[in-house]
């Protein structure tokens, strides 16, 4: 026991505890829960013994213990009113009896009780760690009614009646393990009460408690100086359970650089947050765009009859197709190149997008690691940039788009907007350079071939790189392996396939040679017709069938170069202005076969078969006699003009029965035929005679018969005027074309045709309804004028005579324009029309020039070059198929009526018509080389300017001999017509 006086004991409380005061007594009271007094048990021995206090203060005396222990701790540690107070010193150190079976008590014990058996299998408390301050211990609440733990001076206080020898054997053993436990810097006073021998059955309750209670209150007063900082195990509460928290040493050194745990996965925490932050962020964010424009641009594809490719009009080589046009197999293929679960997997692989953004980024290379949709985003929504944020907006792009649109369309999407390399947009473009086929036609290993070019599209074209086919052939094994372990190929189809090779190279189409002039013509035939406007059809993606035979228009390409431009010379200025067009139209059908613009669109640029700027010349004069015939037209006699009519033939006769003013129109060469019948002024092409039966039918008769043979109603100059048979309309060649096909088809006609089908996006646009049973003329007019159109190529003196070359039936018309400025021949077989024409045009200012001296002949007309041409093509457009004969069904007798013998006083003695003027119609297949040097001069004086019209031949002519004034009319007195008066023929 302590020696220090005992001071005065504080003033009671009313239930008989102590008044506490300071700050240990405050902190104490304040103190209501379990766990406020394990937080202060590491802050001070003040605070500690006060929660003690609090604990044990169910009854007065284990109130009194505590505050006096609470007092006596807090005195110890820091001053009260100024001066220093004295520490309680250790107990004598004394060896207390053991007593057996007697259990260590716990500070925290709610009262003494009588000892127990120690627990079975109980461990022993580890010893406590250092801490800042020794935590005193709690003690335990002593039995009501037993006297103070303490005095006011801090050292024990025995209690009323005095220590028992037991009880101070007991606490002198306990203060001087509490000491020497302290001055070691070792366990807690409770460690140190529960290693503590066990004592023998206090013989009083009460002594035991303020025995335990004094060595608490010594503990706690020399804890402070002994603990070195380190900090004790917590005592048990009151029932038992649990331990204090024990304080975690501080970091030091390179261990504070290192997170821990909680760092660690609080950081993880807040990036999965702020990553499903931004990932939603940018889904609510970012909008599927519009399409971009690389990406829906498309070229028009026109093709020919038989399906092959006639040209390409478009910057982007690409032709859209729906996904089902695609076979299976080819899909599959693609599918096992690109993307093997693109059915099953979701829109984006974010393990691959976050290698390719991170290669990206560190400069390590551009690379792609995409899905099949995240390609398709790129390709058709954004662009080719290997950019990280390029990347970010594909990726939620993708995932949008893979909610909104079904596979089938995203793959549909990607097929039309891959680059296939050779300027090849999408499979079906790709198909078509690569093997010359539509995509619908590629074999599997064919589609695996293009499959395997998405990786790299130049560095696996065999052809044009061939030191790559040993990768190429390794790429495609794969794709075709990889069909098989998908299940979606035979292994014993893989086993007999072979590297398709694919075709040459070829060049781009584009619109030189004939394809811009044939491509301008559908066209226009498109646009005017109303199946589409110009505007939409510029926006590409078409697909245009045309009506053009491959081997047709080739023939037509080569029978001008060799008859024509193989005879220019860069040396004749003149030559320089020749240029030719042409066209033909199977009568039967309609459908354009073939077409010639020019010498090649890239040079010259006007469409010489569509121009209407030319004047047609004689050329129209058989429709003229169509008219005639289908109107029942006689002549000024009453007389019914048919093949055999004889009209007078003298050049320059004023026409008969015009009120619109004097018109005498000159023949070629001022030649006088006299009485002529229609067929051999139809052979001379003799002007006065078609003249004067012009004015015969009417005008305005002729201009309908002619609309509805074939020509435009809104034909430049189709002017209702006796000039109207001459020609002077400049209907176009394409436009005479179908004029003449309509004669050949027997007077039907349902109009030309050039388009047979034209489809976007594998949606077919609606074509002009057509009738080609269409009666457009009676037959027997039409056959009436093929009857005399077949004499000027069949007769030795006709114009046309060099048409005869084709070798088969023909019948045609030779027309020159005014000043030679064109030359015409137009004819037909009973299954092919063509019209050829050959012009003259200076390229640089683009004003009409003659052809005089051209191919170093003095004169180019009808008959020369043109019938050539024609012939030179009929023959090698239908070679190989049999010659058929004109079916002809006719009123008015014999094709070629004999002509009754003028009488001397009214033909001339050198009647031209014995001899066809050479420029006209020469004898022979080549152009004649000496033409007439002078014009006829000899007119008999008798003869009169006007000659009656004659009847058949059986009949005499009902002017007789006639003579000036005759029934014919007044002649030269007659005003002029108004109209231009051209020598065409």
Same mark, same amino acid.
């Given at each position: ?111 003494? %009780? ?14 406590? /760690? ?108 009151? /029932?038992?359970? @649990? %331990?204090?928290? &024990?304080?975690?040493? /501080? ?27 931004? $990932? ?25 009859? +038989? ?15 729906? $996904? ?44 792609? @690691? ?20 390029? =990347? ?7 995932? !949008? ?20 390399? &050779? ?32 990786? #790299? ?12 086919? %040993? ?24 086993? %007999? ?6 075709? !040459? ?10 394809? @811009? ?25 078409? &697909? ?5 035979? !491959? ?15 193989? =005879? ?14 042409? #066209? ?72 008969? @029965? ?145 048409? !005869? ?14 000043? +030679? ?62 010659? =058929? ?101």
């Amino acid at each position: 026991m302590s020696d220090e006086p005992h001071k005065q004991e504080p003033p009671r409380s009313k239930d008989g505890g102590e008044q506490a005061s300071g700050s240990a007594s405050d902190s104490g009271s304040r103190s209501d829960t379990p766990w406020a007094s394990r937080k202060d048990s590491t802050t001070g021995g003040g605070k500690a013994v006060g929660n003690t206090r609090e604990r044990g203060g169910d009854s007065d005396g284990g109130e009194r213990s505590g505050t006096a222990g609470a007092r006596r701790g807090e005195m110890s540690e820091r001053p009260s009113g100024g001066a220093p107070k004295p520490t309680v010193p250790p107990a004598p150190t004394q060896a207390p009896k053991p007593v057996p079976n007697q259990a260590p008590r716990s500070s925290q014990a709610p009262a003494p %009780k009588p000892a127990q058996a120690p627990t079975p299998n109980r461990a022993p408390a580890p010893p406590a /760690k250092p801490a800042a301050a020794a935590t005193p211990p709690r003690v335990p609440k002593p039995t009501p009614g037993a006297a103070p733990a303490a005095s006011a001076a801090g050292g024990p206080v025995p209690p009323a009646g005095g220590p028992s020898a037991g009880n101070a054997s007991a606490l002198d053993a306990l203060n001087a393990a509490v000491a020497k436990n302290a001055a070691a810097g070792g366990a807690s006073p409770d460690a140190a009460t529960r290693a503590m021998p066990a004592a023998k059955p206090a013989a009083k309750p009460a002594a035991t408690a303020q025995a335990t209670t004094e060595a608490a209150s010594a503990a706690a007063a020399a804890g402070p100086a002994a603990s070195d900082g380190k900090s004790a195990k917590g005592a048990k509460d009151g /029932k038992g359970k @649990g %331990k204090a928290k &024990r304080t975690r040493p /501080k970091r030091t050194g390179w261990r504070r650089l290192v997170p821990t745990w909680r760092m660690v996965l609080g950081a993880f925490l807040l990036i999965v947050l702020l990553i499903g932050g931004a $990932l939603v962020t940018g889904y609510l964010l970012v909008d599927i765009p519009k399409a971009n424009a690389a990406a829906t641009a498309q070229s028009n594809v026109y093709l020919y009859s +038989d399906g092959s490719v006639l040209a390409r009009q478009g910057k982007v080589n690409r032709e859209n197709i729906k $996904l089902s046009q695609v076979p299976k197999n080819v899909q599959r293929a693609v599918l096992a190149a690109e993307d093997r679960d693109f059915y099953s997997e979701s829109a984006v692989n974010p393990a691959a997008m976050l290698r390719a953004a991170w290669n990206t980024a560190t400069g390590k290379g551009k690379q792609s @690691g995409s899905t099949i949709t995240q390609q398709y985003v790129k390709n058709y929504y954004l662009d080719q940039d290997q950019t990280v944020t390029r =990347k970010a907006r594909e990726f939620f792009i993708a995932i !949008k788009l893979d909610n909104e649109v079904s596979k089938d369309d995203i793959l549909e999407g990607y097929l039309n907007t891959s680059y296939f390399g &050779r300027n090849a947009y999408g499979i079906q473009a790709a198909a078509q350079e690569y093997y010359g086929k539509d995509v619908e036609k590629l074999t599997t290993a064919e589609g695996a071939y293009l499959a395997t070019l998405l990786n #790299a599209p130049s560095a696996y074209d065999v052809v044009a790189h061939p030191q790559s086919k %040993k990768a190429a052939t390794a790429r495609w094994a794969y794709v075709m392996d990889g069909m098989v372990k998908e299940g979606w190929l035979d292994s014993a189809e893989r086993e %007999k396939a072979k590297f398709p090779t694919p075709g !040459k190279l070829r060049p781009q189409s584009g619109m030189s040679g004939q394809r @811009g002039y044939l491509v301008e013509a559908v066209q226009d035939y498109l646009i005017s017709s109303g199946v589409i406007d110009e505007q939409t059809l510029a926006r590409g993606g078409y &697909r245009i069938t045309t009506t053009i035979d !491959k081997k047709r228009q080739t023939a037509f390409v080569d029978a001008v170069q060799g008859q024509l431009l193989s =005879k220019l010379s860069k040396d004749r200025k003149v030559d320089r202005y020749v240029r030719a067009g042409g #066209a033909s139209i199977d009568p039967k059908t309609g459908k354009v076969v073939a077409l010639y613009g020019g010498v090649d669109y890239t040079k010259q640029f006007v469409n010489n078969a569509t121009r209407r700027d030319y004047q047609v010349g004689s050329t129209f004069k058989p429709f003229v006699f169509t008219s005639a015939s289908q109107n029942g037209s006689t002549t000024q006699d009453g007389v019914r003009i048919t093949p055999n009519t004889v009209y007078d033939g003298t050049s320059q006769r004023p026409v008969v @029965g015009w009120s619109g003013g004097r018109y005498a129109p000159e023949n070629e060469d001022h030649a006088n035929y006299g009485p002529v019948t229609v067929t051999k002024a139809t052979d001379k092409s003799v002007n006065s005679v078609y003249a004067q039966m012009a004015v015969d039918v009417g005008p305005e008769k002729v201009k309908e018969t002619a609309i509805e043979l074939g020509l435009p109603e809104k034909t430049p100059d189709l002017n209702p005027y006796p000039s109207i048979a001459l020609g002077t309309a400049t209907a176009s060649v394409l436009d005479m074309t179908e004029a003449y096909a309509t004669l050949a088809n027997h007077g039907k006609s349902g109009g030309h045709i050039l388009v047979t089908k034209i489809t976007k996006d594998g949606s077919e646009l609606q074509l002009p309804d057509r009738d080609p049973s269409r009666q457009a003329v009676p037959r027997s007019a039409a056959d009436a004028t093929t009857s005399i159109l077949r004499s000027v190529v069949e007769s030795p003196g006709g114009t046309g005579y060099n048409a !005869k070359a084709a070798g088969r039936p023909a019948a045609g018309k030779t027309g020159t324009a005014e000043e +030679d400025k064109a030359a015409w021949f137009a004819g037909f077989t009973p299954d092919l029309a063509t019209v050829v024409a050959v012009m003259g045009q200076d390229s640089n200012t683009g004003a009409q020039k003659p052809l005089y001296g051209a191919t170093g002949l003095p004169r180019i007309n009808g008959g020369g070059y043109p019938a050539q041409i024609w012939a030179a093509y009929t023959a090698d457009a239908l070679k190989g198929k049999p010659a =058929k004969e004109f079916d002809l069904e006719m009123e008015g007798g014999p094709a070629v009526p004999e002509i009754p013998p003028a009488t001397t006083t009214t033909e001339p003695t050198d009647e031209p018509s014995t001899a066809p003027p050479t420029t006209e119609a020469p004898p022979t297949t080549e152009a004649p080389t000496t033409p007439p040097t002078t014009e006829p001069t000899l007119i008999p004086p008798t003869l009169p300017t006007q000659l009656p019209t004659f009847t058949p031949p059986t009949l005499p002519p009902t002017g007789g001999t006639g003579g000036p004034g005759g029934p014919g009319g007044t002649g030269t007195e007659e005003p002029g017509d108004p109209g231009t008066d051209p020598t065409l023929f």
